[in-house]
């Protein structure tokens, strides 16, 4: 296990993206402009359904419920179960097992926070989107980096999953996934998962760590991290879900409520709609599918490797040489990437491309890497 991060407890990183500034610069002399590939930001349309529920519930002058609203609630139990087979203790009781939040970065970012986490170390995979460290951080807490369940659990606190894995799109299989519960378990440990991309497995079906396979008959000591941002291009809305152990829930919604960390109403309605409609999450992880399928052979072609990127919405992708040497290359043919030292120094020899750009602008980068 590797430990510390790229900064000390009491101080954040570097925003990494600030540091690409140069890569742009030089992808933009070319002709054909940018194809900006380092920020996976979607760029397709909001689902109109989204939209239509978003206007008919405009008309909101009171202070929104942290807890979220019973409908909400409800349909979100009924999304846990239908797509990904989880069964919620009682969504609508006394204890929460679900709630709504802000997205699901400031959730990350302020987990440890919420669950009062004064001093110890928080647990992250070796390669990982760089603001589980922040969060760490933010709450005053060390970081060490790890992908399997370390022999001696120190002074760990929390351990934060990613599977699908942002950058590299790797998914946790469920011998790995139970080995994590079980030693969270033990040792007293929460696990949370992020599983922003669940609904995006390409090669493989991505399994939730909340899935009675993998925790068991009840969810103690678990969470899972829930967002609309991609599987349904809403990224704009800030609208995400917390569920798992009640009293894990719980505790994460009275301080929220005591900050007012409140999910707006109208986007609240937006939620029930994409929760309750399956066909747009298809629509969508079908044109990821087909740029997926045009990019990766671009890549391969151009006589790079794409490791892991069985699920997701990006391809990891090196050339067996040093993350920065990669990105001058691609900026040299219009390509903006994001390096691998991002998410750790695991990533140094890796870079990440992103699926979410037009259209358009894939072809145009399948054009590049060609020539």
């Not at 011998?175 to 440990?189: D, S």
């Not at 990224?235 to 409520?257: F, H, I, K, N, Q």
């Amino acid at each position: 296990m590797t430990t510390g991060g790229s900064a000390s407890p009491r101080r954040l990183p570097d925003f990494p993206w600030d540091s690409l500034g140069a890569a742009r610069a030089r992808a933009a002399q070319h002709p054909g402009g940018v194809v900006d590939l380092s920020i996976g930001t979607p760029v397709d349309s909001t689902p109109e359904l989204l939209a239509a529920a978003l206007a008919g519930a405009g008309d909101a002058p009171g202070y929104p419920t942290a807890l979220g609203t019973p409908e909400l609630r409800r349909t979100a139990a009924g999304w846990l179960s239908r797509r990904l087979g989880v069964r919620l203790a009682d969504p609508l009781g006394a204890d929460p097992s679900v709630v709504p939040t802000v997205g699901s970065k400031e959730l990350v970012a302020l987990l440890p926070t919420l669950l009062g986490l004064r001093r110890g170390t928080v647990l992250i995979p070796e390669v990982a989107y760089p603001t589980y460290e922040v969060g760490a951080v933010v709450a005053g807490l060390g970081v060490g980096r790890t992908d399997t369940p370390p022999a001696d659990p120190g002074d760990a606190v929390l351990v934060w999953l990613n599977s699908p894995g942002n950058p590299h799109g790797r998914v946790l299989t469920d011998e790995q996934l139970r080995a994590w519960v079980t030693w969270g378990r033990e040792h007293g440990v929460p696990v949370v998962a992020d599983e922003c991309y669940i609904e995006l497995g390409w090669d493989v079906a991505p399994r939730s760590v909340l899935h009675p396979d993998i925790a068991g008959p009840d969810h103690r000591g678990l969470l899972a991290v829930h967002s609309l941002s991609k599987q349904s291009t809403a990224a704009g809305y800030r609208a995400g879900l917390l569920s798992g152990d009640p009293a894990l829930v719980r505790r994460v919604w009275e301080v929220r409520r005591h900050l007012g960390l409140l999910v707006p109403t109208p986007v609240q309605a937006a939620m029930v709609a994409a929760l309750g409609d399956d066909a747009h999450v298809e629509q969508q992880r079908e044109r990821y599918g087909r740029r997926r399928d045009r990019l990766a052979a671009a890549v391969r072609g151009a006589g790079a490797r794409i490791d892991h990127s069985e699920a997701g919405l990006y391809l990891w992708v090196t050339r067996d040489e040093d993350c920065w040497t990669t990105i001058d290359w691609l900026a040299d043919r219009g390509v903006v990437a994001a390096p691998g030292t991002f998410y750790g120094p695991a990533g140094a020899r890796h870079v990440r491309m992103a699926l979410t750009a037009t259209d358009e602008r894939v072809d145009a980068a399948v054009e590049r890497l060609a020539a």
